[in-house]
T-cell receptor, first 115, second 112 residues
C-alpha cells in the first residue's frame, strides 16, 4: 500500500535561510510525486510534480525537489525563504501505473518564516 | 481563467437536513474528485469520477453521494448530514494521468 510521511509537522526558518521540507514515500510501483502548498483559507496549489522524467524538478516560486529512488524521498527545497512562503505544504504520491488517479497525501508541514 | 469553483464557501446546517455542495471546472478535465480535510488526518478522498457517468468510492464515502451528469460539474450530496461530517471539503480536477490536481478554494461545513 502506498503511504507518504512528512517529517516534521512544523518547520521554522528565518527569512533568507534555506527551506527543507522532508517527504518519504512507499510505493510498490514507480510513483508520481507532487508537492502542494496551501495558504490560509485557500485550496491546494500545485508547486511541482515528478512523473518519471528528470529527477530534479523545478516548480513555482523558486521551489525544487529531487526524486531519490534509493532513499524513497522527494524533499522540497528553496535556497532562500521569503515571508510569503509561510503556508502549509503537502507531499502526495500516486502510482504511476494507476488508473484511479488517487493521490495519497502526507499529513502536511506548516512552514513558518521569521523576519 | 482556469479554475475549480466550489459553492458555498461556508455552510452551517443542522443534523439531517439534506445539502449539496456544487463543484464546477472550466478546464475540460476528465477526472474530478472530492476530498475532506481534517486536523491531524490530512486529506482523505471521498469519491472520484473518471468521466461523465463514471463515479467510484474513495477512502471515506459513507454518508456522501455524488453524480457526474456533465463533464464540468461534480456535486457532493449529503442526504442526512451528521456532526462527524463537519469538515473542510475540497473539489479537485485533473486530466487523466499524471493526475496533477487543481483544487477549489474549499467549503467549510459545520453540522450541528
Amino acid at each position: 500500500a502506498q503511504s507518504v510521511t512528512q517529517l516534521g509537522s512544523h518547520v521554522s526558518v528565518s527569512e533568507g535561510a534555506l527551506v527543507l521540507l522532508r517527504c518519504n514515500y512507499s510505493s510498490s510501483v514507480p510513483p508520481y510525486l507532487f508537492w502542494y502548498v496551501q495558504y490560509p483559507n485557500q485550496g491546494l496549489q500545485l508547486l511541482l510534480k515528478y512523473t518519471s522524467a528528470a529527477t530534479l524538478v523545478k516548480g513555482i516560486n523558486g521551489f525544487e525537489a529531487e526524486f531519490k529512488k534509493s532513499e524513497t524521498s522527494f524533499h522540497l527545497t528553496k535556497p532562500s525563504a521569503h515571508m510569503s512562503d509561510a503556508a502549509e505544504y503537502f507531499c502526495a504520491v500516486s502510482e504511476g501505473s494507476s488508473n484511479t488517479g488517487k493521490l495519497i497525501f502526507g499529513q502536511g508541514t506548516t512552514l513558518q518564516v521569521k523576519p | 481563467e482556469a479554475q475549480v469553483t466550489q459553492n458555498p464557501r461556508y455552510l452551517i446546517t443542522v443534523t439531517g437536513k439534506k445539502l449539496t455542495v456544487t463543484c464546477s471546472q472550466n478546464m475540460n478535465h476528465e477526472y474530478m474528485s472530492w476530498y475532506r480535510q481534517d486536523p491531524g488526518l490530512g486529506l482523505r478522498q471521498i469519491y472520484y469520477s473518471m468521466n461523465v457517468e463514471v463515479t467510484d468510492k474513495g477512502d471515506v464515502p459513507e454518508g456522501y453521494k455524488v453524480s457526474r451528469k456533465e463533464k464540468r460539474n461534480f456535486p457532493l450530496i449529503l442526504e442526512s448530514p451528521s456532526p462527524n461530517q463537519t469538515s473542510l471539503y475540497f473539489c479537485a480536477s485533473s486530466l487523466l494521468n499524471p493526475w496533477a490536481l487543481h483544487f477549489g478554494n474549499g467549503t467549510r461545513l459545520t453540522v450541528t
